[in-house]
């Protein structure tokens, strides 16, 4: 299994600030994932972070609110950008270590965000 | 399109009785399933998963599940519940020939309230 963290663990920002999350893995990784979750919801995929390319955004999320980077192989950023309180969400990174369907995902503890 | 539908957004149960949580996903192709868990306040932690074989999967903390590929489910099952097991629980699942990366597609989720 792999140990991830994530910083922030939650913060509350201002309307037209932007936040930018952190996501340490104990292990290299082939794929990392980003994902949101709304409040009383479920998890939405945002999008998957490669290594050395660019970010695959899923249908309704785009580069321009949502950048990604990957430098390496245990480290990820997701910035949200332009907030507004319907970014209020947690947002969780989650990684696997292959590009394999089977295997198994595994998730960080999620950073809180509450926009005013 | 694939999806996933979790039929009760809540179940409430007393300590030490059984309960099952349902699970029905839609797909023309096969499917891997997953159940994992949230608790309060933290990331997603994988309770057990189906790739292939025995339909009887058993996973962590005495909980187990059932592929049924005719009627498309996957029900969460546990012969007696703790009140620790209080949580959200989520169904998901994802597609062997993926197109390189393993997506995973939630279900809204189950929240389980154990009472004493």
């Known amino acids: 299994s792999a140990v991830i963290s994530q910083k922030p663990s939650r913060d509350i920002c201002q309307r037209g600030t932007s936040l930018t999350i952190q996501c340490q893995v104990d292990?290299?990784?082939?794929?990392m994932f980003w994902y949101r979750q709304q409040p009383g919801q479920s998890l939405t995929l945002i999008a998957t972070?490669?290594?050395?390319?660019?970010?695959?955004?899923e249908s309704g999320f785009v580069i321009d609110k949502f950048p990604i980077s990957r430098p390496n192989l245990t480290f990820s950023t997701l910035t949200v950008s332009n907030l507004s309180p319907e970014d209020s969400s947690i947002y969780l990174c989650?990684?696997?270590?292959?590009?394999?369907?089977?295997?198994?995902?595994?998730f960080g503890p999620g950073t809180r965000l509450t926009v005013l | 399109a694939q999806s996933v539908t979790q039929l009760d957004s809540q179940v409430p149960v007393f300590e030490e009785a059984p309960v099952e949580l349902r699970c029905n996903y839609s797909?023309?192709?096969?499917?891997?399933l997953f159940w994992y868990v949230q608790y309060p306040n933290q990331g997603l932690q994988l309770l057990l998963k189906?790739?292939?074989?025995?339909?009887l999967v058993k996973g962590i903390n005495g909980f187990e599940a059932e592929f049924n590929k005719s009627q498309t489910s996957f029900h969460l099952r546990k012969p007696s519940v703790h009140i620790s097991d209080t949580a959200e629980y989520f169904c998901a699942v994802t597609f062997p020939f993926s197109g390189g990366y393993n997506k995973l597609i939630f279900g809204a989720g189950t929240r389980l309230a154990v009472h004493p």
């Open positions: 797909s023309s192709v096969s499917v891997y």
């Open positions: 972070a490669n290594q050395g390319s660019e970010a695959t955004y």
């Open positions: 189906y790739l292939s074989g025995s339909t």
């Open positions: 292990s290299q990784v082939t794929m």
């Open positions: 989650s990684v696997s270590p292959t590009v394999a369907s089977t295997d198994t995902q595994y």
